[in-house]
């Protein structure tokens, strides 16, 4: 079971937009609009930052947006911010097993505040 | 908003098993939602492990799955992760997780829990 492909690193100035990638197949990302997003910083646990391709949670900014074409979804992230230096991870529902839950995350990607 | 909170042994001895349990606060486990195990080995990315329903309806990596069994015990607000015959390659810092919405497998996560394999 392969890891979604991501960029190893991206990395923008403050107030910049940055987008990260998340490539998979048509058995994960391509066949179900079932993509999250997390941020994580050192030392600490995940934090959801998008759920089912393009929603938000409560309390999560606007400056955090999601899409989805064909095999590859993306994180954008707009008026970047120091705090947004941290680990991106992406995670796809996979169909792979067949008609059970069944997931697979991307490989990562370190977004840096120039 | 749910707590989560892993505990378990934080040293296993090779070919031995690794058992973890995750306690539940301020939400009831048999109210819903998929409960389950993610894994980060030190340095690296995370790793899909298991989900759980709390009726019981369990779900695992297909990559882990002869080795994994995850549980659910509804009157002590809990559940459970035991992966049997463990290397060098399952230390790892292991969290427990809830669903968020949808097929989100983990809106909530617990502070982690790091678990070494060595003799």
């Known amino acids: 079971q392969s890891a979604l492909t991501q960029p190893a690193s991206v990395s923008g100035a403050p107030g910049q937009s940055i987008t990260i990638s998340c490539t998979g197949t048509s058995s994960d990302v391509g066949g179900y609009n079932h993509v999250s997003w997390y941020q994580q910083h050192p030392g600490k646990a995940p934090k959801l930052m998008i759920y089912e391709v393009n929603n938000r949670p409560s309390g999560i900014s606007n400056r955090f947006s999601g899409s989805k074409s064909a095999n590859t979804a993306s994180l954008s992230i707009s008026g970047l911010q120091a705090d947004d230096e941290a680990d991106y991870y992406c995670?796809?529902?996979?169909?792979?097993?067949?008609?059970?839950?069944?997931?697979?995350f991307g490989t990562g990607t370190k977004v840096t505040v120039l | 908003q749910v707590q989560l909170q892993e505990s378990g042994p934080g040293l296993v001895k090779p070919s031995e098993t690794l058992s973890l349990t995750c306690d539940v606060s301020?939400?009831?486990?048999?109210?819903?939602?998929?409960w389950g195990w993610i894994r980060q080995p030190p340095g690296k990315g995370l790793e899909w492990i298991a989900t759980?329903?709390?009726?019981?309806?369990?779900y695992y990596n297909p990559s882990l799955r002869s080795r994994v069994a995850i549980s659910v015990d509804t009157s002590k607000n809990q559940f459970s992760l035991r992966l049997n015959s463990v290397t060098a390659a399952d230390t790892a810092v292991y969290y427990c997780?809830?669903?968020?919405?949808?097929?989100?497998?983990?809106?909530?996560w617990g502070p982690g829990t790091l678990v070494a394999v060595s003799s």
């Open positions: 759980i329903y709390g009726d019981g309806r369990s």
């Open positions: 995670v796809s529902y996979s169909g792979r097993t067949g008609r059970t839950l069944d997931y697979v």
């Open positions: 997780t809830r669903q968020y919405s949808g097929y989100d497998p983990a809106g909530y």
């Open positions: 301020d939400y009831s486990i048999s109210s819903g939602y998929y």
